[in-house]
């Protein structure tokens, strides 16, 4: 949850762009990013507080969808990590590009296994 929140706040400070955007600023620094931080906490604090809410399914809902947007995450950062003009002496390596590569195909893989035994699953209860 604050890792979400947190994520979210650095995201709105670089749309909204600025330099205050971080936790190294105090509060009076970036309003904005703490203002969206705490936001997004409370939100998550109150959507846990909703009696009869399926928890669980929210939490592996989430880490699915996570799972299904890193790839594309991955491979800007590899574009990035690869670019001389960014990176100068500190671009990636042939080895940790081949790294990089196998994480961006395996993250999509062990999330797509997931989704179809979770199918698998539902079926299974369904028919019980």
């Given amino acids: 949850m ?6 979210t706040a ?3 400070g670089e749309v909204l762009g600025g330099s205050a955007h971080s936790f190294n600023r105090t509060i009076r620094q970036a309003p904005l990013f703490y203002a969206a931080n705490i936001g997004m906490a409370g939100f998550a604090g109150i ?7 399926p928890l669980l399914a929210i939490t ?4 699915l969808l996570a799972t299904i947007l890193m ?7 590899l574009i990035l990590a690869n670019d001389r003009e960014i990176m ?5 390596s ?8 196998l994480t961006a195909l395996l993250v999509p893989l062990a999330g797509s296994s ?15």
């Fill in 2 to 7: 604050l890792t979400i929140s947190a994520s």
């Fill in 10 to 12: 650095y995201a709105v």
């Fill in 47 to 53: 959507i846990v507080l909703i009696p009869g809410m």
């Fill in 60 to 63: 592996l809902n989430a880490n």
């Fill in 71 to 77: 790839p594309a995450a991955l491979v800007f950062l």
């Fill in 88 to 92: 100068g002496a500190r671009v990636n």
């Fill in 94 to 101: 042939r080895l940790t590009n081949t790294f990089g590569a």
């Fill in 114 to 128: 997931y989704a179809i035994v979770a199918f698998i699953n539902s079926l299974s209860n369904k028919a019980s």
